[in-house]
């Protein structure tokens, strides 16, 4: 019973920045695990980068030194930042939540925020 809600997209020129944020709302028991995701048209759904309670980070080798995926106290709120974008990170960027009970894990995707990199 999470509900997640994205922020922050838009269109940029390339070279340009955005920060993403996400804010998980609802029952919420523990949140392991919070990430973005970004389909691109004609691409299948792909990682971008995630972030675990203990503040482990992992990004796709494409996006690493331009975007840092960052959490906030509570682990609530993820964000996104977004340096010297690229046309190809032209997608539909989605914030994902995993969490565990009693073992049993689920996650919650959001709605996605359109990101548009061009001239």
């Known amino acids: 019973q999470v509900q997640l809600v994205e922020s922050g997209g838009g269109s940029v020129q390339p070279g340009g920045s955005l920060r993403l944020s996400c804010a998980a709302s609802?029952?919420?028991?523990?949140?392991?695990?919070m990430g973005w995701y970004r389909q691109a048209p004609g691409k299948p759904r792909e990682l971008v980068a995630v972030?675990?309670?203990?503040?482990?980070?992992n990004y796709v080798d494409f996006v690493k030194g331009r975007f840092t995926i960052s959490r906030d106290n509570a682990g609530n709120t993820v964000y996104l930042q977004m340096n010297n974008l690229k046309p190809d990170d032209t997608a539909v960027y989605y914030c994902n939540a995993r969490w565990e009970i009693l073992g049993s894990w689920y996650e919650s995707w959001g709605q996605g925020t359109q990101v548009t990199v061009s001239s």
């Open positions: 972030i675990t309670s203990g503040g482990s980070t």
């Open positions: 609802g029952i919420i028991f523990r949140i392991n695990v």
